[in-house]
């Protein structure tokens, strides 16, 4: 049993020592000794993240331990080791959270109000910064880990580290601007991308759903996927372009690298801060002569330059859009051609769009925490005044009992008109359009 109080022979019945608060602040003050004191009494050639140097700042961090009139259990004296030395060479209470890949967003309000989000819900825990300063500092090791500089009289601060133990956005707001200390925004990506097997597990899609979707590909449909942010657009990107064929010449081009494709003929291409925007890199992308485009997120105006690029000839493109819902998508391109001054009529725009675009799979993040498509809609173009969406799935909601309703994305009926597109490229027609009408 940890007695974790400052021993006093003479006064073995206080009782104050075992007040939580108390505790926690004695245990504080000690952690906060010894990460003074434990930098100048190690050898400044030591690496202490390396096995030999962790044991060194392991023994002398005992050394300092036993100096103390402190008695911890061995749980206690491990776990403020392990934040000892997160504070000192790793990332302090972040440290824990970016290693637990169950922890999918982490938010830091201030230097004692940390979040995190698991399986979609979120919650607060309870460590705790000692102050602006320490999140700073943390921030900092972050920055110098890929490089760059943190410039600590900026208002706002956004790195993307691709290869720090997974790969994370992080977003900074800092105080006068964030009232309540240095605010913190963390999304983590994951490390292998999820796959088909796990969204039909998960409930994000139904097979026959998957079985519609991957003969689209194979059939060199262009397809755009929407949502909002962090719904799974990413995701579901990666998996529509793992029905690409083995023998085809794929180019991804992102804003950050996200994508990871598992076939062999992969050109993986990023935008470079304000230099190269995405439309110019997709326009020098096609002299590789690619079989396919597979876009990461893009805006209205990016999407529609991009599909301007893409209508001389080039089909199968695979592109990823912030979007509320299909017709908030098409809104928005029809938006960015009013804003770029196009000549043409809005229905040539409707055409256009059309052409290039013919399905749209809709993703959402639910309040449950599920992420699940939501919508595939069928494009048809349109006329002065309408755009023709059709869609041919809609997530419904059905009646499992008389306390819980499951939600599962169902046929809405219609048949798309694109189904002899799919027979005429020797694609299999998926069961569902199979069976008599």
Not at 90 to 117: C, H, K, R, S
Not at 280 to 300: H, Q, Y
Request: charge should be negative; charged fraction near 25%.
């Amino acid at each position: 049993m940890s007695l974790l109080r400052r021993i006093d022979p003479n006064n073995k019945n206080d009782q104050s020592a075992s007040n939580p608060d108390t505790k926690k602040r004695a245990v504080d003050d000690l952690k906060g000794r010894i990460q003074a004191r434990l930098p100048s009494m190690l050898d400044p050639t030591l690496d202490p993240t390396s096995a030999a140097g962790r044991a060194s700042v392991e023994d002398t961090f005992h050394q300092l331990l036993s100096e103390e009139s402190i008695v911890l259990s061995r749980a206690e004296k491990t776990r403020l080791f392990e934040q000892v030395a997160a504070n000192l060479w790793g990332l302090g209470p972040l440290e824990p959270l970016f290693q637990d890949d169950n922890i999918t967003e982490i938010y830091v309000n201030g230097a004692n109000n940390i979040y995190v989000v698991r399986k979609g819900r979120r919650t607060k825990i309870d460590s705790t910064f000692e102050d602006d300063d320490h999140i700073k500092r943390v921030l900092r090791r972050l920055w110098e880990m890929v490089g760059q500089r943190l410039d600590d009289q900026a208002l706002f601060a956004e790195a993307y580290l691709p290869y720090l133990r997974g790969r994370f956005q992080i977003n900074v707001i800092m105080p006068p601007l964030a009232t309540k200390g240095i605010a913190v925004a963390v999304w983590k990506f994951t490390r292998e991308f999820l796959s088909l097997e796990d969204l039909l597990r998960f409930g994000s899609l139904t097979a026959e759903l998957a079985e519609v979707l991957r003969a689209c590909v194979l059939a060199r449909f262009g397809i755009l996927v929407t949502g909002e942010r962090y719904a799974g657009k990413t995701t579901l990107l990666n998996i529509l372009a793992s029905f690409i064929p083995d023998d085809e010449r794929i180019v991804t081009l992102e804003k950050r690298t996200e994508l990871l494709l598992g076939q062999d003929q992969v050109m993986s291409l990023r935008t470079w801060r304000d230099e190269v925007t995405l439309p110019e890199l997709v326009t020098k992308s096609l002299r590789f002569s690619p079989d396919r485009l597979v876009i990461g997120d893009v805006n209205a105006g990016e999407a529609l330059s991009i599909v301007d690029a893409i209508n001389f000839g080039h089909d199968g493109v695979l592109m990823a859009m912030n979007a509320q819902d299909p017709q908030d998508a098409i809104a928005q391109l029809e938006q960015a051609a009013g804003t770029a001054g196009k000549p043409q009529s809005i229905s040539a725009i409707h055409e256009e769009i059309a052409s290039a675009i013919n399905l749209i799979i809709h993703v959402e993040h639910l309040r449950d925490g599920s992420r699940k498509i939501t919508r595939l809609t069928e494009v048809c173009g349109g006329d002065e005044t309408s755009f023709g969406l059709f869609d041919i799935f809609k997530l419904d909601e059905i009646s499992a009992g008389a306390s819980k309703a499951t939600r599962l994305i169902r046929p809405t009926g219609i048949k798309p008109a694109f189904i002899t597109r799919i027979t005429d490229a020797g694609i299999p027609l998926p069961a569902i359009w199979q069976k008599p009408e």
